[in-house]
């Protein structure tokens, strides 16, 4: 069964470093997701991503945040200058079209930020 | 905006009894979808079960069976003959069904613990 990926499963970084989140989502699907978990607490939406740009983000999504899909098959993270309060669970979803309804979740990338 | 609440942040069971969770939304749109998720230790996100708010017949997947009430705006998920692997945090999720807004608006999860 098509499964979303994501790599690394967890990054140890340092406050004001840039990091990548990578995923791979299944293949034919066309809606892409970014989820943040804070340890402890509830999964908040990051972006959402169709047609090669944002098509809606959250208030957490700020200036330091950006997401692409370079290659047709990867969709990125990136945060540009990490801070402590970053540290947290990050899950890429997909989506196969806009009348489907589940989104598959990635096995999800623990970012530490020291 | 849509919100989703779980009031019960524990409930413990015992194994081969039956449990019930909790979940309320708030949302003005008419056509929606509502999820349980389950995530174990592991932190991976597991789709239970879904729901079509269209649909008026409640949603099972085997163990697992969902009491929707749409007037109400309440989506209960019941766990019949728990399994220690059942032990996990569950989150009830909202999807819009509208592509441009088919982001998942998650609760605050209950933690479910399973006793032998």
């Known amino acids: 069964e098509p499964e979303v990926t994501q790599t690394p499963s967890h990054q140890v970084t340092q406050m004001g470093q840039e990091v990548i989140l990578r995923c791979v989502p299944i293949?034919?699907?066309?809606?892409f997701y970014w989820y943040r978990q804070i340890l402890g607490q509830k999964v908040e939406f990051l972006v959402s991503f169709y047609n090669n740009e944002i098509s809606e983000k959250s208030e957490i999504f700020d200036d330091q945040f950006s997401v692409e899909r370079p290659d047709g098959s990867n969709f990125t993270l990136k945060i540009r200058s990490t801070k402590l309060e970053d540290s947290a669970m990050y899950f890429c979803a997909s989506l196969r079209t806009a009348s489907t309804d589940t989104q598959y979740f990635g096995p999800g990338t623990r970012l530490t930020v020291l | 905006a849509q919100t989703v609440t779980q009031s019960q942040p524990e409930m413990s069971v015992q194994e081969a009894e039956t449990v019930t969770l909790s979940c309320t939304y708030d949302t003005s749109e008419n056509n929606y979808y509502l999820f349980w998720y389950k995530q174990p230790p592991s932190r991976q996100m597991i789709l239970v079960i879904r729901?079509?708010?269209?649909?008026?017949q409640n949603a099972t997947e085997n163990r697992f069976s969902v009491n929707f009430q749409k007037a109400a705006k309440s989506f209960s998920l019941k766990i019949s003959d728990s399994q220690l692997g059942d032990t996990a945090m569950y989150f009830c999720?909202?999807?819009?069904?509208?592509?441009?807004?088919?982001?998942?608006?998650f609760g605050k999860g209950i933690t479910l613990s399973v006793r032998p």
């Open positions: 293949s034919n699907h066309l809606y």
């Open positions: 729901q079509e708010a269209y649909k008026q």
């Open positions: 999720a909202f999807m819009s069904v509208t592509g441009a807004n088919s982001k998942l608006t």
